[in-house]
């Protein structure tokens, strides 16, 4: 028998229709199947972290691997089934990528001994792909395997080392520092820095509308002495700081109700098409049209590639296979002509570019309309198909006349412009998702004269409009993926992921789609990040260090360098930055905290006043010392402000007062209020309250409704996971089945694609 594996439950159905069911199994294993020890277990013994620390020269670590949410249960279940053949042939199929290689690593490690083992990837679902995989099997590729691990292992190093030292300056439980995730956090930072230095510069407008164009006022030249300049001294010609000039400008212009043609300017640009997509172009161009995260963009173009309809949808390429340029090209010529069928456009494959795999595309370019398909997904399919075939077609043609026009009354000229697409080339390929193509020729000539078309109070014309420059826009969560993918730093299977991590270490916060930095993420990036300096010059979390270490993760992956060698060199570069930031964080002004720590052992005991001192004043290796030692004092610390917080919401999810949860608890208070170690016990036995069957929260439902969506999963589904029938049924509470159902919902999405 043969037993294909596979990642995602989604694919199974649609491969064994394409195999066949007599001679095949398809299984999926969840995404992985083994982990390393996670943040969130409860200190990992020091053995577990010193595997990445210290290794044996000439060896990658070794450290002991734990099973993933569903890892145990997905492999008993393959080798069940594989115990009922007398002999099983297993076809490694995880996804084309260095995540899938490993998975393919663990997998061969784990079910040897149980039947012969192939590795086999394909770059889409179709019949003539997985048939051609299967007919040609290869050995895991230990290169690849080698990248993958060296990733998770310093992705792993970094996080627990740098953590440690990022907590002083967040006063946060989910403190966190990241070789990719605090880079991204610092364009969010930074962005916010030039608004908040921004200086606005005032500036008046006049424009005025006819029935072909609309006309703007040119006030200046860039060689006048009252030339208008923006806060970083750019030039328009548009603008004016004078309110009188453009009063009297906006005066005349009313009264003389129309524009007299001066000159005519014609002027012919050829535009090529753009590449067909990659995972962060096709983010981008989801995001740019209609406002999509990236996490929305990769789940419905996951949905589109386990269904057979797209290429695998993580890729950095924009290559193109032979077969599909044919296929693409026949299309075009029989859609709109063989005029229209151009040379293929792809992108440059630049520095730290992963070209295993094609670009994005249709795996039928016949298929316009996908049967069945949900409206958001077949939007994003048809953006793929017009992008792929829009990359086969000749370039756009696009006639623009320049207008000079005059107004009587008025010493200024005014600017204008029509134009027309006089050759669409492949914009034609863009109409299918309504884009608008202007082709029809405008004939404007010298002398010509237009009125001005009449407005209203709401919209006046002509109009003189004042305002002020803004400050550069804050990023939204699609363009954020450009400004990594420029960068260097991240990977298609990483730029979704990114943000929403950001997010959940409350580093960022979204305010109408744009990314803000909250006061912790501006810290991690202005006060701890910086201490992680190698020689004085460079620090470990700017883009440039991070970039170059991708690229010796790629050289890993080719073939092109030794994998110890590069972990080495990676750790200890890094040990010398963790060393330097441990330095240079005690020997500098008291962090934040352990002024928190501080202020609270004065809040508790007044007295203390004289013997700590001006915290202003205050080292940190002096702050540390001293709190060693009011640790071992009796000082009854009062609750801190989230543990009232939390107190007062557990409180009112039980329905019962103070007084009730403490006598319930059985609690005998040292005052009339709990002091910390109190409030902690009484959120406690809340917890054990809520675990014992109180309802699911409304913020719980709607993590769960999100996280199933984006799983591809109903009500019965995502309930089904621990055992239940609908969303009614889940208990609330840390133990509680809610609970349980999101951490499930969080490991099928880690291992759906």
Same mark, same amino acid.
């Given at each position: 028998?043969?037993?294909?594996?596979?990642?995602?439950?989604?694919?199974? !159905?649609?491969?064994? !229709?394409?195999?066949?069911?007599?001679?095949?199994?398809?299984?999926?294993?969840?995404?992985?199947?083994?982990?390393?020890?996670?943040? $969130?277990?409860?200190?990992?013994?020091?053995?577990?972290?010193?595997?990445y620390?210290?290794? =044996?020269?000439?060896?990658?670590?070794?450290?002991?691997?734990?099973?993933?949410?569903?890892?145990?249960?997905?492999?008993?279940?393959?080798?069940?089934?594989?115990?009922?053949?007398?002999?099983?042939?297993?076809?490694?199929?995880?996804?084309?990528?260095?995540?899938?290689?490993?998975?393919?690593?663990?997998?061969?490690?784990?079910?040897?001994?149980?039947?012969?083992?192939?590795?086999?990837?394909?770059?889409?679902?179709? +019949?003539?792909?997985?048939?051609?995989?299967?007919?040609?099997?290869?050995?895991?590729?230990?290169?690849?395997?080698?990248?993958?691990?060296?990733?998770?292992?310093?992705?792993?190093?970094?996080?627990?080392?740098?953590s =440690?030292i990022?907590?002083?300056?967040?006063?946060? %439980?989910?403190?966190?520092?990241?070789?990719?995730?605090?880079?991204?956090?610092?364009?969010?930072?930074?962005?916010?820095?030039?608004? +908040?230095?921004?200086?606005?510069?005032?500036?008046? *407008?006049?424009?005025?509308?006819?029935?072909?164009?609309?006309?703007r006022?040119?006030?200046?030249e860039?060689?006048?002495?009252?030339?208008?300049?923006? +806060?970083?001294?750019?030039?328009?010609?548009?603008?004016?700081?004078?309110?009188?000039?453009?009063?009297?400008?906006?005066?005349?212009?009313?009264?003389?109700?129309?524009?007299?043609?001066?000159?005519?300017?014609?002027?012919?640009?050829?535009?090529?098409?753009?590449?067909?997509?990659?995972?962060?172009?096709?983010?981008?161009?989801?995001?740019?049209?209609?406002?999509?995260?990236?996490?929305k963009?990769?789940?419905?173009?996951?949905?589109?590639?386990?269904?057979?309809?797209?290429?695998?949808?993580?890729?950095?390429?924009?290559?193109?296979?032979?077969?599909?340029?044919?296929?693409?090209?026949?299309?075009?010529?029989?859609?709109?002509?063989?005029e229209?069928?151009?040379?293929?456009?792809?992108?440059?494959?630049?520095?730290?570019?992963?070209?295993?795999?094609?670009?994005?595309?249709p795996?039928?370019?016949?298929?316009?309309?996908?049967?069945?398909? +949900?409206?958001?997904?077949?939007?994003?399919?048809?953006?793929?198909?017009?992008?792929?075939?829009?990359?086969?077609?000749?370039?756009?043609?696009?006639?623009?006349?320049?207008?000079?026009?005059?107004?009587?009354?008025?010493?200024?000229?005014?600017?204008?412009?029509?134009?027309?697409?006089a *050759?669409?080339?492949?914009?034609?390929?863009?109409?299918?998702l309504?884009?608008?193509?202007?082709?029809?020729?405008?004939?404007?000539?010298?002398?010509? %004269?237009?009125?001005?078309?009449?407005?209203?109070?709401?919209?006046?014309?002509?109009?003189? $409009?004042?305002?002020?420059?803004?400050p550069?826009?804050?990023?939204?969560?699609?363009?954020?993926? !450009?400004?990594?993918k420029?960068?260097?730093?991240? $990977?298609?299977?990483?730029?979704?992921?990114?943000?929403?991590?950001?997010?959940?270490?409350?580093?960022?916060t979204?305010?109408?789609?744009?990314?803000?930095?909250?006061?912790?993420?501006?810290?991690?990036?202005?006060?701890?990040?910086?201490?992680?300096?190698l020689?004085?010059?460079r620090?470990?979390?700017q883009?440039?260090?991070?970039?170059?270490?991708?690229?010796?993760?790629?050289?890993?992956?080719?073939?092109?360098?030794?994998?110890?060698?590069?972990?080495?060199?990676?750790? &200890?570069?890094?040990?010398?930055?963790?060393?330097?930031?441990?330095?240079?964080? &005690?020997?500098?002004?008291?962090?934040?905290?352990?002024?928190?720590?501080?202020?609270?052992?004065?809040?508790?005991?007044?007295?203390?006043?004289?013997?700590?001192?001006?915290?202003?004043?205050?080292?940190?290796?002096?702050?540390?010392?001293?709190?060693?030692?009011?640790?071992?004092?009796?000082? &009854?610390?009062?609750?801190? *402000?989230?543990?009232? =917080?939390?107190?007062?919401k557990?409180?009112?999810?039980?329905g019962?007062?103070?007084?009730?949860?403490?006598?319930s608890?059985?609690?005998?208070?040292?005052?009339?209020?709990?002091n910390?170690?109190?409030?902690?016990?009484?959120?406690?036995?809340?917890?054990?309250l809520?675990? *014992?069957? #109180?309802?699911?929260?409304?913020?719980? #439902?709607?993590?769960?409704?999100? #996280?199933?969506?984006?799983?591809?999963?109903?009500?019965?589904?995502?309930?089904?996971?621990?055992?239940?029938?609908?969303?009614?049924?889940?208990?609330?509470?840390?133990?509680?089945?809610?609970?349980?159902?999101?951490?499930?919902?969080?490991?099928?999405?880690?291992?759906?694609?």
């Amino acid at each position: 028998m043969n037993i294909l594996l596979v990642e995602s439950k989604a694919k199974c !159905k649609t491969l064994l !229709k394409h195999l066949g069911k007599d001679q095949w199994r398809v299984l999926p294993t969840g995404g992985h199947v083994e982990r390393l020890a996670q943040d $969130r277990d409860i200190h990992p013994p020091k053995e577990v972290r010193k595997a990445y620390w210290s290794n =044996r020269p000439g060896e990658l670590p070794n450290p002991p691997w734990f099973w993933t949410e569903r890892g145990e249960a997905a492999i008993r279940a393959i080798k069940e089934e594989a115990a009922l053949h007398d002999s099983v042939t297993f076809y490694l199929a995880a996804d084309p990528d260095r995540e899938g290689e490993l998975i393919a690593w663990h997998l061969h490690k784990l079910l040897a001994g149980h039947g012969t083992l192939h590795r086999v990837s394909f770059q889409e679902i179709t +019949e003539t792909a997985v048939h051609a995989a299967v007919a040609s099997p290869r050995k895991v590729n230990q290169a690849l395997v080698d990248a993958a691990l060296i990733r998770m292992f310093m992705d792993r190093t970094v996080g627990w080392r740098a953590s =440690r030292i990022a907590r002083r300056y967040t006063n946060t %439980s989910t403190n966190s520092m990241g070789r990719v995730q605090t880079p991204t956090l610092g364009f969010i930072v930074e962005r916010e820095l030039e608004r +908040e230095a921004h200086v606005p510069v005032r500036y008046f *407008e006049v424009t005025a509308t006819t029935s072909i164009t609309d006309w703007r006022v040119r006030f200046h030249e860039k060689s006048d002495a009252d030339a208008w300049l923006d +806060e970083k001294h750019r030039f328009s010609a548009h603008r004016t700081a004078q309110a009188s000039l453009a009063e009297s400008s906006h005066a005349a212009l009313v009264t003389a109700g129309r524009v007299h043609v001066s000159a005519v300017t014609r002027r012919e640009k050829s535009q090529a098409s753009r590449p067909p997509f990659s995972t962060d172009t096709l983010f981008q161009a989801a995001g740019s049209r209609w406002g999509w995260s990236p996490n929305k963009t990769a789940a419905l173009a996951g949905k589109l590639y386990e269904a057979g309809n797209l290429t695998y949808i993580r890729t950095d390429s924009t290559r193109l296979a032979k077969e599909a340029v044919e296929a693409g090209r026949s299309l075009i010529a029989e859609a709109w002509g063989p005029e229209l069928m151009g040379a293929v456009t792809t992108a440059e494959a630049g520095e730290g570019v992963q070209d295993a795999h094609e670009a994005i595309r249709p795996t039928n370019f016949q298929l316009a309309i996908i049967p069945d398909a +949900e409206p958001d997904a077949q939007k994003l399919y048809a953006l793929v198909r017009a992008g792929t075939l829009a990359s086969l077609m000749v370039p756009s043609q696009r006639v623009t006349l320049s207008l000079k026009g005059e107004c009587e009354g008025l010493d200024r000229v005014l600017d204008g412009s029509v134009g027309w697409y006089a *050759e669409p080339g492949w914009r034609r390929a863009f109409e299918a998702l309504d884009d608008a193509l202007d082709i029809t020729p405008i004939s404007v000539d010298t002398g010509a %004269s237009f009125e001005w078309v009449p407005g209203d109070t709401e919209h006046p014309n002509p109009e003189l $409009r004042e305002d002020t420059t803004k400050p550069p826009a804050r990023y939204r969560s699609h363009a954020i993926v !450009k400004a990594m993918k420029e960068a260097g730093i991240g $990977r298609p299977s990483t730029y979704a992921k990114t943000v929403d991590r950001l997010a959940e270490r409350d580093y960022v916060t979204t305010e109408e789609g744009a990314l803000m930095p909250t006061k912790g993420g501006r810290n991690i990036w202005l006060e701890a990040a910086p201490l992680f300096c190698l020689q004085g010059e460079r620090e470990v979390f700017q883009t440039e260090y991070t970039a170059a270490m991708e690229s010796q993760l790629d050289e890993v992956a080719e073939g092109r360098r030794g994998a110890s060698e590069v972990w080495e060199t990676m750790l &200890n570069e890094f040990k010398s930055a963790h060393a330097a930031a441990q330095e240079a964080g &005690n020997a500098g002004p008291l962090v934040p905290r352990s002024r928190l720590k501080l202020q609270e052992y004065l809040a508790a005991a007044p007295e203390l006043t004289e013997e700590i001192g001006d915290l202003d004043t205050l080292a940190e290796q002096e702050g540390r010392t001293l709190l060693a030692d009011l640790r071992t004092r009796d000082i &009854n610390l009062l609750p801190s *402000e989230k543990q009232l =917080r939390y107190l007062k919401k557990m409180l009112e999810s039980t329905g019962l007062t103070q007084e009730q949860a403490v006598e319930s608890a059985s609690l005998l208070l040292a005052g009339e209020a709990p002091n910390r170690d109190e409030a902690s016990a009484l959120i406690d036995h809340l917890s054990t309250l809520q675990s *014992e069957g #109180l309802a699911a929260s409304a913020k719980q #439902l709607h993590l769960i409704a999100k #996280l199933a969506d984006n799983a591809g999963l109903d009500e019965a589904g995502a309930s089904a996971l621990v055992g239940l029938k609908t969303y009614a049924e889940l208990t609330g509470g840390r133990g509680g089945t809610a609970s349980a159902t999101i951490d499930a919902l969080r490991a099928a999405n880690s291992g759906t694609g």
